[in-house]
């Protein structure tokens, strides 16, 4: 069972780069890496998934170091409007049928400041 | 993206009855779909994976009696939390995936269940 654990908490102001690293020490093979943001009350959405090294999205950025054993999301120039919660997912959907897990990390929270 | 839609946002009712939600891919089927339950600040937590046409698989600790769900078609699938109390209250979130299509899965907007 890959486990995730994030930070809990995270400030940032508006115009800078907000990282946010998620540990998975257990991550296993056929596991991806997908990064959600929460609004209070909605559905989490998607921002970006990777499996190793460097993906780049128009929102977003995932670094994954070799070991895989964690993953940054990189959010840059934030506004006010990305205070969220962030939350990393490890797992295997395509094989979820099958018993795998999908693991959702305790997510954090980013206050953007003016 | 593919939208997923919930139905309804929000439902109250008195303990005892049974409450069904509602979760529907809108322009895409749907080969499995997955409930989570949310506390109040806390993380999602998987409640169960549904397949379209079998039965649902649960997580451990997850009630299948108490949580019953239903993936009848490949754009619907219910949650009936039966016989509710107060515990119950939490917001449920389903989300879709379709493995031919699409490599993420996509959420709803959730519902919020208070159970009085």
Partial sequence: ?114 | GAVVSQHPSRVICKSGTSVKIECRSLDFQATTMFWYRQFPKKSLMLMATSNEGSKATYEQGVEKDKFLINHASLTLSTLTVTSAHPEDSSFYICSAFDRGTYNEQFFGPGTRLTVL
């Fill in chain 1, 1 to 114: 069972l890959a486990k995730t654990t994030q930070p809990i908490s995270m400030d940032s102001y508006e115009g800078q780069e907000v990282n946010i690293t998620c540990s998975h020490n257990n991550i296993a093979t056929n596991d991806y890496i997908t990064w959600y943001q929460q609004f209070p009350s909605q559905g989490p959405r998607f921002i970006i998934q990777g499996y190793k090294t460097k993906v780049t999205n128009e929102v977003a950025s995932l670094f994954i170091p070799a070991d895989r054993k964690s993953s940054t999301l990189s959010l840059p120039r934030v506004s006010l409007s990305d205070t969220a919660v962030y939350y990393c997912l490890v797992g295997d959907m395509w094989n979820k049928a099958a018993g795998n897990k999908l693991t959702f990390g305790g997510g954090t929270r980013v206050l953007v400041k003016p």
